[in-house]
């Protein structure tokens, strides 16, 4: 079998540099065929013009394949001709081809060319493998001549995939995998053919041809009528698949309007959580703007260990909504002006609980929930509500933990009047490995040193408004 590309066509990415390489193939077949042997031609002239008179004629015969290329059995004389007579075989029976389609005044010259090319190497590259083994033994012919077969398809389907790269700009991979991936078991059998050939030739003369023109027309005939009906099956599978893309292209666009009827959903479930936080938070007049400094300051602490653009999001939709759970605790132990006693503290305690109870019917990401149920963990495992311990509290929940203690320190409270923030940063230092994350610590003290926490205590805090911010886990 010989395959050929389809006309090439202009309009197609890289189009210009078709020519040079069609040049640089026909050149190169020039170049092999200037160094080759012609002795064996003289030795053995009638077998040699009787197999390129075969190649002639099956390369008229060509079948169209699926209008990406053709194919022929002209590889088996081909194949042939390279165990016989070395590179200058093929090379010259595809210098003949060329010439009858330029007598025919056959189109596209471009085309004819790259064919020689292309044949002329793949022909060239399978003598190659008869050059280096000794096949005198019909039991190293065959198997020889397998091989030569994949090399002729392998050289072959190589460069045509590079040209159909170069005409329509697609991956050469891709344009194997579509086009001639299922090629090759027909090229490995074209070699077994060609290596029976040569043993019959070898026994019997120029009468092998005619024994071995019958199963060379049954090949024929076979891989035409195969290639019809695929042909047909091929026609329905495209009418169907435009048929399923149509229905596809409908579901897709169903799915687009679902998807953003569900983040619509999400976004105003996440607004109402965020306006309750914030009512929450207006009952007390003296913890005004709290949320939003503490989803500041966990930002900033953020950045600086190193989370990346959707972690830091997740994280001042967290910080924003944290103590969503006070909802569930009474205004009489929420809004006491003083200390709270141990049964009062012991219903504030379960806060973390409700927020994480709030928020698990909400697809958030893990970082959001793990910040509402664990900002009030303890480094040293004594916090609530679980008791973990360490590395064991979620990061962004340790962050938290030191964002809002920071804030409650540099805040006005009913008890007391707001520390500056040197003496909260040192309590926080104070209380590191205990209460507090050292890590965390660590990043804090590099904001104090940079300014940065003192440009976020004198600039208003923007509003950090989840329901603005991507919330799918």
């Given at each position: 079998m010989s395959i050929s590309q389809q006309p090439i066509r202009a309009g197609r990415p890289r189009p210009a540099l078709i020519p040079y390489y069609v040049g640089g193939l026909v050149l190169a077949a020039g170049a092999v065929l200037a160094f080759s042997d012609f002795n064996r031609i003289g030795d053995r002239p009638l077998t040699f013009g009787l197999l390129v008179a075969l190649t002639l004629s099956l390369d008229m015969v060509r079948i169209d394949v699926f209008e990406r290329g053709n194919m022929s059995p002209a590889t088996i004389p081909a194949i042939a001709l390279a165990c016989l007579y070395g590179p200058a075989g093929p090379i010259c029976a595809e210098a003949a081809i060329l010439l009858g389609r330029g007598l025919r005044r056959s189109p596209a010259p471009l085309k004819q060319l790259f064919d020689f090319g292309v044949l002329a190497l793949a022909?060239?590259?399978?003598?190659?493998?008869?050059?280096?083994?000794?096949?005198?033994?019909?039991?190293?012919?065959?198997?020889?001549?397998?091989?030569?077969?994949?090399?002729?398809?392998?050289?072959?389907?190589?460069?045509?995939?590079?040209?159909w790269s170069l005409d329509e700009g697609i991956s050469p991979v891709a344009a194997w995998r579509e086009r001639m991936a299922w090629l090759w078991m027909h090229n490995l059998a074209a070699g077994a053919m060609a290596g029976t050939f040569v043993a019959a030739e070898r026994a019997l003369g120029a009468s092998a041809f005619v024994i071995f023109g019958v199963p060379l027309l049954l090949v024929w005939a076979t891989q035409k009528q195969y290639l019809r009906r695929s042909r047909t099956s091929v026609e329905a599978l495209r009418a169907s698949h435009h048929d399923l893309e149509a229905a596809n292209e409908q579901l897709r666009v169903a799915l687009s309007e679902n998807e953003q009827l569900l983040e619509r959903t999400k976004r105003g479930y996440l607004s109402t959580i965020t306006s309750l936080a914030r009512t929450i938070e207006a009952?007390?007049?003296?913890?005004?703007?709290?949320?939003?400094?503490?989803?500041?300051?966990?930002?900033?602490?953020?950045?600086?260990?190193?989370?990346?653009?959707?972690?830091?999001?997740?994280?001042?939709?967290?910080?924003?909504?944290?103590?969503?759970?006070?909802?569930?605790?009474?205004?009489?132990?929420?809004?006491?002006?003083?200390?709270?006693?141990?049964?009062?503290?012991?219903?504030?305690?379960?806060?973390?609980?409700?927020?994480?109870?709030?928020?698990?019917?909400?697809?958030?990401?893990?970082?959001?929930?793990?910040?509402?149920?664990?900002?009030?963990?303890?480094?040293?495992?004594?916090?609530?509500?679980?008791?973990?311990?360490?590395?064991?509290?979620?990061?962004?929940?340790?962050?938290?933990?030191?964002?809002?203690?920071?804030?409650?320190?540099?805040?006005?409270?009913?008890?007391?009047?707001a520390l500056a923030q040197e003496v909260a940063a040192a309590e926080i230092r104070r209380n590191a490995w205990t209460q507090f994350c050292p890590q965390v610590v660590a990043a804090l003290e590099v904001c104090m040193s940079g300014g940065a926490v003192a440009a976020k205590a004198t600039t208003p805090a923007p509003s950090a408004d989840p329901a603005t911010v991507s919330v799918s886990s």
């Open positions: 022909g060239a590259s399978a003598a190659g493998i008869f050059d280096g083994v000794s096949v005198e033994k019909v039991g190293v012919l065959i198997p020889v001549s397998v091989v030569a077969g994949g090399i002729y398809y392998t050289v072959n389907a190589a460069l045509l995939a590079i040209v009952k007390d007049p003296y913890t005004g703007g709290h949320t939003e400094r503490v989803a500041e300051y966990a930002l900033m602490l953020a950045r600086q260990l190193g989370f990346g653009d959707e972690e830091l999001q997740a994280v001042e939709v967290g910080a924003v909504i944290h103590d969503i759970g006070k909802i569930g605790i009474p205004d009489r132990i929420l809004l006491k002006p003083g200390r709270l006693d141990t049964k009062e503290f012991e219903e504030m305690r379960r806060h973390p609980e409700i927020s994480s109870y709030i928020l698990d019917e909400l697809e958030l990401p893990p970082i959001v929930r793990d910040m509402a149920r664990n900002h009030h963990e303890r480094f040293d495992g004594k916090g609530y509500p679980d008791g973990l311990r360490g590395e064991e509290i979620p990061l962004a929940a340790r962050i938290l933990t030191v964002a809002d203690a920071f804030d409650a320190m540099t805040s006005d409270r009913p008890y007391r009047r």
